[in-house]
């Protein structure tokens, strides 16, 4: 048998959705089906003096639904229950759903949508961030702060030497952006219960969150094929679940809800908005002496997953370096504007892109190489990060050294031209851009101990199913887990498949998120499959391969074995004063981007992105590198091209795909993906976290070669043309 | 939306398209949709009478006529891209056309339809004002009649098509030798994108004197359009690339979610001038 760790076989999922046969929620029909559609507010902040219907209007195939429909709790349960499934006195921002209504046409059902009048009593608002803490109206507790925290490592006050180097950076919010929008659909079941199919990341979540609304437990999620989720589908899926329960139950039918992109991108969750400043000592040789950050971040008016985002802000903006003391402090503040939620990289990508574009001042200010000063400063085995975690086996400067050799290795591709780009090559500057990051694998602190994560295998005959909450998102889970689970018996990758991800068979294995499922939950699948192994050998009182013990046992019933994640006994975290082992261990990133810039326009060609990932372990090279170079070119966009734009209520304008400019494939450098396997022995077969570090370091990579190609120093994301010729000198 | 209530003809003749427009002016000419689905669906226009044009053959097809080419209204962006008569002639617009949409939407997108549409950051617009062309409109009363095709714009989507006319074609002189042309369009992606400034030039030379200049801007005003002042002041002389700085005399930029006015008014006078610079060596 083949071993399959280190194989780049195929995903499971490919076939079926190169073919088209992979049914995405928008797909499935059902018999009787209504669809669903939402009135949203209009405002950012105003009491609701009314809801009506139009009578001039035929309301007798609508079902409509407000707050006072709501059999359970008119709350969405995540962190806090501050956030209501529909609103009842008060819309605290703009989109926030109101009323909700189905009908037996999409068509009808946003018609009858734009019949609802809301009549507003329009209040004060608070839009921007910097003017929340503390001030009024209050959104959120005494102060508007949904989470602030602190961390010390020895004491800044004390540094007074070297040279003090300060910045501020910035950073506006990011759609996910996943190529199918939100959808959920709701189908009554003969219990009384529903059913829930959707789009989504974590069916536990929805799951928590519907028993709340609905006020009984009669319900189970599945999730359809899902085209994409970057964090989108996190949360947000718990909020349109609601409303498509909602209507289902009332109407006593199925009710699809599936937003249009231009409904999707205004109302849905994005990535926190972030201003850090950086205040810093360094002493002339660039040892990095003290750090005193400041991270504000803008939640947006509900407090959705701010509080861990923040913190993981927190835990980043050290970079991957070593400094002697540091200061952090954050917070994430309440605005009257659409929650802002999870989105790949978590708080990493904004702390990161501050602290590497403040070591490019820092590197400029005394005349050090900026590649020079980070091999100097990356933390190194027995150093201490901020929170004071002893670094194991760091990945730091394996990825600097793997990235810069692979650019002076391999010829920079030609810069091609643009049609419609004039031909004037000599118009156009080239620049090259260096950065290194590290990202916290899995749960920050104890989080994994609280979420005991399951898994179940199923072994009946010669076929074992995998029952997981952990869901393929794109990411490769359904590939993975099976892979791990045929190598550690041993067995053709064909004995083994994945049960649906459907929480009446699957158990509550975390939600998929944070670069944990392959890491934690592939952890919980490997001694999975080995308790496995080892009942046979019990049963059959003899040491013997599985497949040997399997073939045996054919005729017998099946067999059944439940794991629960084992966090590491060793590891220390104090969530109070956030000291000790923050994440059970990291992964490393190094970014080479070479581009050029029109000195006429300020566009960014890119034309090679090389990245070198410790990864700990490719359990699946193609995945991987798929998971990196998608991350990557996603981190481009939000580096040079993707800008929200909102009007003074914070409606998003741009709602289109021809305005909110993602990168197309003709925008993509060429990739140099080098994997670094650099093993971490609390995952399976050594593998760590990798879906979020991609997005973390090519931002300020690109804003160092922009300043190489210009003398352009920007601190702001995007950088868009606007931006870049700008600051050109 | 597009609703089942909308009543859409298909005509198959030209007379027979123009006599259903002229007897009922309401009706809203269909082309390739590009333009038109994305009103409809965004609830922005609400049709009652589609007349739809794509099966009206009279309205196709790129051929040369005494000194002119003739582009039927209908021509697609994916068949200016493969026309060998346009690349002799109108390489420019060919360029253009190759910076439009996606695939799919040069499938389906018209040159008629980019005119009706008058968006003033419409990808073929420039191109059309710099080689000098001519819009051909057609109504059953009247006949055929030609605008040149700065005339044709006279405000913001606001064009000179009478509400019975279609438009039939456009024409574009023949090329003349020694003819130097550059398109730029600038956005910030390289496909797919609609564009922040588009540019075509046009400049003829005899002696090392330019004898006609056209500079046609997308984008940067509310109708595509020539910088007169500019084109004048390069008449009669050599390349002076910084007469490009004039350019702020013809051009009047605005704010909008994709872009800023310096930011248009600074680009489009870069654009210019590096084209300038290239031409005077």
């Known amino acids: ?729 | 939306m597009l609703t089942s209530h909308a009543e859409v003809l298909s005509p198959r003749s030209l007379q027979e398209a123009l006599t259903a427009k002229a007897s009922h002016p309401e009706t809203v000419a269909l082309a390739g949709g590009t333009d038109l689905m994305v009103l409809i669906e965004a609830n922005k226009l609400a049709p009652s009478r589609v007349l739809n044009l794509w099966g009206v053959q009279e309205l196709r097809g790129i051929d040369a006529q005494d000194g002119w080419i003739r582009l039927g209204a209908l021509t697609t962006w994916t068949e200016l891209i493969h026309s060998t008569l346009l690349a002799d002639h109108a390489p420019a617009l060919v360029e253009a056309a190759q910076t439009c949409g996606a695939a799919q939407i040069r499938n389906r997108g018209t040159l008629g339809g980019n005119l009706a549409n008058a968006s003033p950051a419409g990808d073929s617009l420039p191109p059309l004002l710099a080689l000098d062309g001519v819009v051909e409109l057609g109504s059953a009363r009247r006949g055929l009649r030609r605008v040149p095709i700065e005339r044709f714009f006279l405000g913001y989507r606001k064009t000179a098509l009478e509400r019975d006319e279609l438009i039939t074609a456009i024409y574009l002189p023949a090329r003349v030798d020694g003819d130097e042309t550059f398109f730029r369009k600038v956005g910030t992606r390289r496909a797919q994108s609609i564009s922040k400034l588009s540019f075509c030039g046009r400049v003829r030379r005899q002696g090392g004197q330019v004898t006609l200049a056209r500079l046609a801007f997308g984008a940067l005003g509310p109708v595509p359009l020539r910088a007169h002042t500019v084109e004048v002041a390069l008449e009669g002389g050599p390349v002076r690339p910084q007469l490009a700085e004039l350019l702020l005399n013809d051009i009047r930029p605005i704010a909008d979610v994709r872009s800023t006015a310096e930011y248009r008014q600074r680009a489009a006078v870069n654009v210019l001038r590096g084209w300038l610079e290239s031409l005077a060596g």
Not at chain 1, 561 to 569: A, G, W
Not at chain 1, 647 to 669: Q, V
Request: net charge negative; hydrophobic share 40%; proline share 7%.
């Open chain 1, 1 to 729: 048998m083949a071993q399959l760790i280190g194989e780049g076989i195929g995903r499971v999922d490919g076939p079926a959705k190169v073919s088209g046969r992979a049914l995405y929620v928008d797909d499935l029909h059902v018999p009787g089906c209504y669809y669903g559609a939402t009135v949203r507010s209009t405002h950012a902040h105003a009491l609701i003096r009314g809801i009506t219907l139009n009578l001039d209007y035929d309301w007798s195939d609508v079902i409509v639904v407000t707050s006072v429909d709501i059999p359970g709790e008119n709350v969405i349960a995540l962190m806090t229950d501050d956030q209501p499934a529909l609103a009842e006195q008060v819309v605290r921002h703009v989109t926030e759903p109101i009323a909700l209504v189905a009908a037996p046409t999409r068509e009808k059902a946003l018609e009858a949508a734009r019949n609802v009048r809301i009549e507003y009593q329009p209040l004060p608002a608070i839009i921007d961030m910097a003017r929340s803490r503390g001030e009024e109206p209050r959104i959120f507790g005494n102060d508007n702060v949904f989470k602030k925290l602190e961390l010390r490592l020895g004491d800044v006050k004390a540094v007074t030497g070297g040279v003090l180097i300060e910045g501020e950076y910035e950073v506006g919010h990011q759609e996910q952006l996943y190529i199918e929008p939100q959808g959920v659909l709701a189908v009554p079941r003969e219990d009384g219960g529903v059913t829930i199919i959707g789009s989504l990341q974590c069916p536990y979540y929805v799951v928590k969150a519907l028993i709340r609304v609905l006020g009984h437990d009669k319900l189970n999620v599945v999730q359809a094929a899902t085209g994409g989720g970057f964090g989108g589908k996190e949360e947000y899926p718990s909020m349109l679940s609601a409303h498509a329960a909602l209507l289902a139950t009332r109407a006593g039918r199925p009710v699809k809800m599936v937003y249009r992109r231009d409904e999707d991108l205004r109302a849905t969750t994005k990535r926190h908005p972030a201003r850090v400043k950086l205040s810093t000592r360094v002493d002339e040789s660039g040892r990095l002496l003290s750090l005193d950050a400041d991270v504000l971040m803008d939640g947006g008016a509900y407090n959705t997953l701010s509080p861990v985002v923040i913190s993981r802000a927190a835990l980043h903006v050290s970079g991957p370096y070593r400094w002697e003391t540091a200061h952090v402090r954050a917070a994430v503040v309440a605005t009257h504007t659409p929650p802002n939620g999870a989105f790949r990289g978590f708080g990493a990508p904004q702390a990161m892109f501050a602290v590497e574009r403040h070591l490019d001042k820092i590197a400029r200010t005394l005349s050090i190489d900026p590649v020079e000063l980070r091999r100097m400063n990356l933390l190194r085995e027995g150093d201490l990060t901020v929170t004071g975690q002893v670094v194991k086996a760091p990945g730091g400067l394996l990825a600097l050294d793997a990235a810069l050799a692979a650019a002076d290795e391999s010829p920079l591709p030609p810069l091609s031209p643009i049609p419609g780009g004039g031909g004037d090559a000599a118009r156009r500057l080239p620049g090259r851009g260096v950065s290194v990051v590290f990202h916290g694998c899995g749960f920050t602190g104890n989080g994994e101990a609280k979420i005991k994560s399951k898994v179940i295998l199923e072994l009946q005959g010669e076929r074992i199913r995998v029952l997981t909450g952990s869901t393929d998102i794109g990411q490769g889970t359904d590939t993975i887990f099976p892979q791990l689970v045929a190598s550690v018996l041993d067995i053709p990758l064909s004995w083994v498949e994945m049960a649906p991800h459907d929480t009446a068979l699957v158990p509550d294995s975390g939600p998929t998120v944070a670069s944990r499922t392959a890491m934690v939950v592939g952890g919980v699948v490997d001694a999975a499959a080995r308790k496995l192994h080892a009942a046979l050998q019990v049963e059959a009182r003899r040491s013997a391969p599985f497949a040997e013990l399997a073939r045996a046992r054919r005729a017998r019933g099946p067999l059944r074995v439940e794991h629960q994640h084992q966090p590491d006994p060793s590891l220390r975290w104090d969530d109070e004063r956030y000291i000790g082992d923050a994440y059970p261990t990291y992964a490393w990133m190094a970014t080479v981007v070479d581009l050029a810039v029109d000195i006429d326009t300020g566009e960014v060609t890119y034309r090679r992105l090389i990245t070198a990932t410790d990864i700990g372990r490719a359990l699946n090279p193609v995945l991987a590198s798929g998971q990196i170079e998608g991350g990557a070119l996603q981190a481009l966009g939000w580096a040079t091209f993707e800008e929200v734009v909102t009007d003074g209520k914070g409606l998003m304008l741009n709602d289109r795909l021809t305005n909110y400019i993602i990168p197309t494939a003709a925008d993509a450098p060429e990739m140099v993906t080098l994997l670094i396997e650099n093993p971490y022995e609390g995952g399976p077969f050594g593998a760590k976290g990798l879906g979020e570090i991609p997005m973390d370091g090519p931002a300020a990579a690109v804003a160092q070669a922009i300043e190489a190609a210009t003398g352009a120093v920007l601190n702001r994301l995007p950088m868009t043309p606007e931006r870049v010729l700008e600051a050109t000198p």
